[in-house]
């Protein structure tokens, strides 16, 4: 099993960026998929999740109206489109696949900084 991110990256305050975590090695459309965050010294948080059944979004409040999830089953990869992006951004984010099982991916920077 592998959850790959990518498309992090270093970004002005008010930009954007795309990550994109791509699946192999389970059956990506039976699972829900998810995107976390961790900043130094907090915890890690859920910022967006996206079921397997009806795609149902869900998002943290903090990123609501900002961040959009998708998946792409014929791709097995999920996305996250991040716009207007501030300061408090700054995280290395975690795409989870969650269902039968739970898999993490490594992790990508997100750095939103002037």
């Known amino acids: 099993v592998q959850l790959v991110e990518s498309g992090g990256g270093l970004v002005q305050p008010g930009g954007s960026l795309r990550l994109s975590c791509a699946a192999s090695?389970?059956?990506?459309?039976?699972?829900?998929m998810s995107w976390y965050r961790q900043a130094p010294g907090k915890e890690r948080e859920a910022v967006a999740l996206?079921?397997?059944?009806?795609?149902?979004?869900t998002y943290a409040d903090s990123v609501k109206g900002r961040f959009t999830i998708s998946r792409d089953n014929a791709k097995n990869t999920v996305y996250l489109q991040m716009n207007s992006l501030k300061p408090e951004d700054t995280a290395v984010y975690y795409c989870?696949?969650?269902?039968?099982?739970?898999?993490w991916g490594q992790g990508t920077q997100v750095t939103v900084s002037s």
């Open positions: 989870k696949a969650y269902g039968p099982n739970e898999y």
């Open positions: 090695g389970f059956t990506f459309s039976s699972y829900g």
């Open positions: 996206i079921t397997s059944v009806g795609g149902i979004r």
